[in-house]
């Protein structure tokens, strides 16, 4: 499968248990946040999103959070199953005359689920 | 509903060569931006197009290049290319401005 990155950071957890995924993002201005899913041969998959004017949003088994004080971003999967092994990236956008404007990812975590 | 396409998926070139991308967007998608993804570097944005005007452009040299058609189908074109040109190319489409952006699998370009 393709490569996403080497040396990436890395979550391991046991299956059922819950994961958080940390993620510091760089702008202030930046006023829109997602987080994506990358799963080895494919491209980045929308798991979920988050504006500024939030600081929670719950979707199926995920939950992510924003601090804007710290400039930090998280994202709760419960009940992890092994399909959730992936490489997880955070990315930031700021408004370029009204729309969401492109998108600035991070590292990305890799998460490996064990059976 | 098709997902968004890109071809060709590989492509082997060489140093010096251009090489040209497509990507088709999800239907009545009328943006499609670029990325480029290496293992050094991440997933950094090339460029957005929408209704056939570019909007916004990242920070990368002007051997990279593109365009969209009226039908919101794109291409992006690489000239002179170098050996840190290799990666996985992403193309992303979304309905409007405002909207999340769905990626397509990538191309991966290989420059020996």
């Known amino acids: 499968g393709e490569s996403v990155g080497l040396h990436l950071p890395t979550l391991s957890v046991q299956e059922g248990d819950n994961s958080i995924i940390n993620c510091a993002y760089s702008?202030?201005?930046?006023?829109?946040f997602i987080w994506y899913k990358q799963e080895s041969g494919k491209g980045p998959q929308f798991i979920i999103d988050?504006?500024?004017?939030?600081d929670k949003r719950q979707g199926q088994r995920v939950t992510v959070l924003l601090n804007k004080t710290v400039k930090h971003l998280s994202l709760q999967i419960a009940a992890t199953q092994p399909g959730d092994s992936a490489v997880y990236f955070c990315?930031?956008?700021?408004?370029?005359?009204?729309?969401?404007?492109?998108?600035?990812f991070g590292k990305g975590t890799k998460l490996s689920v064990k059976p | 509903k098709a997902g968004v396409t890109q071809t060709p998926r590989y492509l082997i070139k060489t140093r010096g060569q251009q090489v040209t991308l497509s990507c088709s967007p999800i239907s009545g998608h009328r943006s499609v931006s670029w990325y480029q993804q290496t293992p050094g570097q991440g997933l950094q944005f090339l460029f957005e197009y929408f209704s056939e005007t570019q909007r916004n452009k990242g920070n990368f040299p002007g051997r990279f290049s593109g365009r969209q058609f009226s039908n919101s189908r794109s291409e992006m074109n690489v000239s002179t290319l170098e050996l840190g040109d290799s990666a996985l190319y992403l193309c992303?489409?979304?309905?409007?401005?405002?909207?999340?952006?769905?990626f397509g699998p990538g191309t991966r370009l290989t420059v020996l």
């Open positions: 702008n202030s201005a930046s006023d829109y």
């Open positions: 992303a489409s979304r309905t409007g401005l405002f909207n999340e952006q769905f």
């Open positions: 988050i504006r500024s004017n939030m």
């Open positions: 990315a930031e956008s700021m408004n370029y005359g009204g729309s969401q404007g492109n998108l600035i």
